[in-house]
């Protein structure tokens, strides 16, 4: 008697973030190594001072305009970096005995100044800030992540603001930081009815502002897309093909001991590769974590 194979819809609903689907395309592998083998990766200074700065531009609008100044929110540096030390104790055992660590963090009050040089705080009243979106598509597939800003008119029109602690990508990158935005367009459309107006990517790492105004078809084609990117892993963990896709981007990645293009031994997957893939997406919500932008 043949035994029927559990699919993806039996066993739990599929979730996808915008960055691991961002993990996927960019190399099979690596979202292997971050969701079925859940290796650790080393915290970057870099990294860590994106969380901060993007924790500070968030409690920034607690206060009431008139106080949104560099020097209100270059005050909440400190107080940002002790909050993250104790949510990740790790983080603090491995940046504090770095000598660099006060120089990083005086990194963040430049990011900051650059932000007050393109937006006006004083000037703005956020609808939401690190605003968590989930939907469910007509096929089961769970979409959601966090929004860092939305800005609402009186009339309506929405406004997807994110903030990105590196420089402004050349034009061959640029498809997939929109790709991350029109992930959240499309997560707001479904749930609110209605296309957000502008897409903003604010990029404080070269005082640069990227504006997108996407219209259906290009959201219906990101759905379409999400859909074929969850097939593809599903089937990924269904045949145990996590193939890596070599880049530049290798020369930031964690696992080169694992990685056979960089000369290591990848390990078999384990057999419940789509059970882990699955319970992952489904179990552990997303969570704001620390930047990946850099």
């Not at 030390?85 to 504090?96: N, Q, T, V």
């Not at 404080?204 to 969850?230: C, I, Q």
Request: proline share 9%; net charge negative.
């Amino acid at each position: 008697m043949s035994v029927r194979r559990n699919t993806v819809p039996d066993m739990a609903p599929a979730a996808l973030s915008p960055s691991r689907a961002a993990d996927f395309m960019q190399c099979p592998l690596l979202y292997r190594f971050r969701v079925v083998d859940r290796l650790p990766e080393a915290p970057t200074p870099a990294a860590v001072r994106g969380t901060v700065v993007h924790a500070v531009l968030e409690r920034l609008f607690e206060l009431p305009p008139e106080r949104r100044t560099l020097d209100a929110a270059a005050g909440l540096i400190a107080g940002e970096w002790q909050r993250l030390r104790e949510e990740r104790p790790e983080l603090a055992e491995a940046f504090e005995a770095d000598p660099s660590v006060g120089s990083w963090l005086d990194g963040a009050e430049a990011l900051l100044a650059t932000w007050f040089s393109l937006e006006d705080p004083t000037r703005l009243e956020p609808a939401e800030r690190e605003l968590y979106v989930e939907t469910a598509l007509d096929d089961g597939l769970v979409l959601r992540g966090y929004v860092d800003r939305l800005d609402v008119a009186a009339d309506g029109r929405m406004r997807i603001v994110d903030y990105k602690t590196g420089r402004a990508p050349s034009e061959m990158f640029e498809a997939k930081a929109l790709f991350q935005m029109k992930f959240y367009a499309l997560v707001l459309w479904r749930l609110r009815g209605r296309l957000p107006s502008v897409l903003q990517l604010v990029y404080l790492g070269s005082g640069e502002v990227l504006r997108y105004s996407p219209d259906e078809g290009e959201l219906l084609a990101t759905e379409r897309k999400v859909k074929a990117l969850w097939d593809a892993i599903a089937r990924a963990a269904r045949t145990g093909d996590w193939r890596p896709s070599p880049s530049r981007l290798c020369d930031w990645c964690d696992h080169h001991a694992l990685c056979p293009v960089q000369g290591g031994t990848t390990p078999p997957p384990p057999e419940d590769a789509l059970e882990r893939v699955v319970g992952a997406a489904a179990s552990t919500p997303d969570t704001p974590g620390l930047d990946e932008d850099g």
